[in-house]
């Protein structure tokens, strides 16, 4: 199956900066693609995160913010409330959301604000050096965990997909990949998913994606291990549709009524 890319307003004549075999000129444009085709180019605005991405507003064509670290979306929550007709979304990595910005997106998420969050991981921090990060597999060598995670010191790896499908208000949930033209188109879907629900509430798409420079890999050895490894850990799924509520999120109303009982005497 081929990825056919289509022509799109949305994306700038800028050259990307990433490096070769990067996903995030893949993911760019699917996102771009999406927007466009739902008719939202004139009515979207984007956060651009700290991190590989954090040059992304030379490159989508709309207005774009640039947030501090791990703080998209605070910031889109806050440009969602001033302009609640506009299309709002966050392009974050995985250092970005899963760690410095945990409390921002699980609290964006936990109020239910009508926002589209775009979480790209690939399992280390690409921009600073090749470290670890939330999502590293156990096992693997970084340049802090030259040896390779060790979880009894440094945990296991976050999945926030299901960590953010224990919420009540999360409209949208899935997690695609971005390994092979199958798992690009299929990705291309959940995001205009997400678009379309985001009037709903919040919305969420996980993209694993692949860092040649940061794996010490080539580009074609990067997209085997991405499939090989990443995929089996962090699995392709739609975990929140609308209506779909899994027991550990459905609400619960508690009675506050104070009890008319006078205590017994003793």
Same mark, same amino acid.
């Given at each position: 199956m081929a990825v056919v890319f289509e022509k799109t307003k949305m994306l700038t004549d800028a050259v990307f900066h990433y490096c070769p075999g990067c996903n995030h000129g893949i993911a760019h444009r699917l996102v771009a693609e999406s927007i466009e085709g739902l008719g939202l180019t004139d009515n979207v605005i984007g956060v651009a995160p700290v991190g590989c991405a954090v040059f992304a507003y030379n490159y989508f064509n709309c207005d774009m913010y640039e947030a501090a670290h791990g703080r998209a979306p605070a910031v889109a929550t806050g440009i969602k409330r !001033?302009?609640?007709?506009?299309?709002?979304?966050?392009?974050?990595?995985?250092?970005?959301?899963?760690? +410095?910005?945990?409390?921002? +997106? !699980?609290?964006?998420?936990?109020?239910?604000e009508k926002i589209t969050t775009i979480f790209i991981n690939n399992a280390i921090y690409g921009m600073t050096g090749g470290q670890m990060a939330p999502t590293t597999l156990p096992g693997m060598k970084t340049t802090t965990s030259p040896y390779g995670r060790d979880t009894l010191q440094c945990g296991h790896p976050v999945r926030m997909c299901e960590l953010l499908n224990t919420l009540v208000e999360p409209r949208f949930i899935a997690r695609g990949s971005l390994s092979s033209p199958k798992e690009i188109n299929r990705s291309k879907k959940l995001l205009r998913q997400a678009f379309e629900l985001q009037h709903e509430g919040f919305t969420f798409v996980e993209l694993l994606s692949t860092c040649p420079t940061g794996w010490g890999l080539t580009p074609e050895q990067s997209q085997q291990w991405l499939e090989r490894n990443m995929v089996p850990f962090f699995p392709i799924n739609v975990f929140r549709e609308p209506n779909q509520m899994p027991e550990a999120a459905k609400k619960y109303t508690p009675d506050l009524k104070v009890s008319d009982d006078k205590p017994k005497e003793g």
């Open positions: !001033v302009h609640p007709d506009t299309c709002v979304f966050t392009y974050q990595g995985d250092g970005d959301l899963a760690s +410095i910005g945990t409390a921002e +997106i !699980v609290h964006a998420a936990m109020r239910g």
